[in-house]
T-cell receptor
Framework: DSGVTQTPKHLITATGQRVTLRCSPR?????VYWYQQSLDQGLQFLIQ???????AKGNILERFSAQQFPDLHSELNLSSLELGDSALYFC??????????FGPGTRLTVL | GENVEQHPSTLSVQEGDSAVIKCTYS??????FPWYKQELGKRPQLIID?????GEKKDQRIAVTLNKTAKHFSLHITETQPEDSAVYFC???????????FGKGTRLHILP
């Protein structure tokens, strides 16, 4: 157990819908990262927050947004969902530019 | 932009043999190079990392080498065992940045 929690574990929804994925970082970690992992694909970095502020942006679509709250938990919002958005979404946290601890992931299926 | 290339994408080795996975990076400011292992259906987990002031680091059967001049680094697994079967990701992080750029991964199969 990495200490990073993600909910829900599985999510099944329809095209055009909107979903919210939630992540709680390890105690004391200020940085939260979001990644997308499609089938047989690598880890695509989406976005990073540090202590409530956006720190870095990767290949995140305009339909996707995220935020980090004062209690440091983070949410990833995915809207106007398409079939191609089906993937495993990981959240990770770190205390700085070193090891990232990954959560168990949320598997999103868009039908 | 920043990029990390990883080869091969798939690797099969006989149990007991060695496995080598290679990565190159584009950002010369990169100074932290972690390797993650992801078993089927599980989260990625750090197995070893190296910083730019070190050329090699070992941890039991796992070693990582770094060539800053050539901008490449490699993972070496010796005496491979069935539990080494997984997807391995290399990554690079730049000075002053928390963002880590991952390679596309290598699926390692250990053959009996």
């Amino acid at each position: 157990d990495s200490g990073v929690t993600q909910t829900p574990k599985h999510l099944i929804t329809a095209t055009g819908q909107r979903v919210t994925l939630r992540c709680s970082p390890r105690s004391g970690d200020l940085s939260v990262y979001w990644y997308q992992q499609s089938l047989d694909q690598g880890l695509q970095f989406l976005i990073q927050y540090y202590n409530g502020e956006e720190r870095a942006k990767g290949n995140i679509l305009e339909r996707f947004s995220a935020q980090q709250f004062p209690d440091l938990h983070s949410e990833l919002n995915l809207s106007s969902l398409e079939l191609g958005d089906s993937a495993l979404y990981f959240c990770a946290s770190s205390a700085g530019p070193r090891e990232q601890f990954f959560g168990p992931g949320t598997r999103l299926t868009v039908l | 932009g920043e990029n990390v290339e990883q080869h091969p994408s798939t690797l099969s080795v006989q149990e007991g043999d060695s496995a080598v996975i290679k990565c190159t990076y584009s950002d010369s400011a990169s100074n932290y190079f972690p390797w993650y292992k992801q078993e089927l259906g599980k989260r990625p987990q750090l197995i070893i990392d190296i910083r730019s002031n070190v050329g090699e680091k070992k941890d039991q059967r796992i070693a990582v080498t770094l060539n800053k001049t050539a901008k490449h680094f490699s993972l070496h697994i010796t005496e491979t065992q069935p539990e080494d079967s997984a997807v391995y990701f290399c990554a690079a992080s730049s000075i002053g940045q928390d963002k880590i750029i991952f390679g596309k991964g290598t699926r390692l199969h250990i053959l009996p």
